[in-house]
């Protein structure tokens, strides 16, 4: 059953990892017949790729922007998933959760250009709120879609709307897991049902949050591109541009292929010893994380 996924990560994670090659390299796609010819025929340049990334101030505006937009959805959006499937779990009527579900569920499946048009027609100068604000003599101008020092908020409220009833999935799913005993015996106890969630629900919670977090940190720079090279030109390239982003301009734009396999190699490494150091703080939390102690 696990071979279809094993042969799709084999073929498009592993085999491709040889392809980093060209980090050391002045690849040129005409260089042969073919991208094996055409790296056997290009030439070595060692660490040069690497050491232009000191001195490239747009690589260290791109690693700046990522780190930022990563932390404020670290902070605003991961909580979210996990309050909402509290508030769903609580609710009694299966109808009023399987709607509610339902309706949490549905952004998610919107293209990002579907969902930054939807944030253009709220927030854009010929949205409702800016039309809502001039017909109250509010103000005259009001245009959140072009504005770089908001970009950031603009970001975490786009993936907040669009991923957080995804996300509660997998927190349903551990919730459906807690022994409905443990409830009973709290509530006989005199627990409330705040008590009953602080002391039954959210350390069912806690391995998966403490999974979830490890994964979230080891992702920090990896944002996408989609969402960020469809507003790019709206709020400028130096409010917008992450790490994905700047990987495609410099290498499927620009052309400028082993450059951007450096960066791809940089952030790789990065994103290891995140996920590394995560799961140490979460040994040393009592949770398990992605692998368990030795």
């Known amino acids: 059953m696990t071979l279809p996924a094993v042969a799709l990560l084999v073929v498009f994670a592993y085999i491709p990892i040889a392809g980093n090659v060209i980090a050391f ?54 909580p979210v998933p996990i309050a909402l499937a509290l508030l769903i779990n609580s609710v009694l009527h299966s109808k009023v959760r399987a709607w509610s579900q339902a309706v949490l569920y549905l952004p998610h499946f919107f293209s990002w250009v579907l ?27 009001f245009d959140l879609m072009t504005d770089p020092g908001f970009f950031k908020w603009l970001i975490t409220a786009q993936v907040m ?20 005993e443990l409830y009973e015996s709290a509530a006989v106890d ?9 002391h039954v629900t959210l350390p069912a919670l806690r391995p998966v ?16 591109g989609e969402q960020y090279l469809i507003q790019r030109t709206a709020v400028g390239p130096g ?29 790789g490494v990065f994103s290891l010893l995140l996920v590394l150091t995560a799961n140490r703080v979460a040994h040393a939390m009592g949770e398990q994380g992605v692998y368990a102690r030795r």
Do not use: C
């Open 25 to 78: 390299q002045f690849y040129s796609p005409y260089a042969g017949d073919g991208f094996l010819d055409s790296m056997a025929n290009s030439a070595w340049t060692g660490l040069e790729n690497f050491e232009r990334l000191l001195d490239d101030r747009d690589f260290w505006n791109a690693v700046r922007n990522t780190l930022v937009f990563s932390s404020l959805q670290l902070l605003f959006y991961f």
């Open 115 to 141: 969902v930054i048009t939807v944030f253009q027609q709220m927030f854009g100068g010929a949205g409702l709120v800016a039309q809502l604000l001039r017909d109250w003599g509010l103000a005259d101008s």
């Open 161 to 180: 709307w669009k991923d957080a009833g995804w996300g509660i999935i997998v927190f349903l799913a551990a919730l459906s897991t807690v022994n409905q």
């Open 190 to 198: 005199g627990a409330g049902r705040w008590r009953r969630m602080w």
């Open 209 to 224: 949050i403490a999974l979830l977090l490890v994964l979230q940190v080891g992702n920090m720079l990896t944002v996408g």
């Open 239 to 267: 409010a917008a541009e992450v790490l994905d982003t700047y990987v495609w301009h410099r290498g499927i734009e620009g052309g400028d292929f082993s450059y951007a396999a450096a960066i791809g190699i940089v952030k």
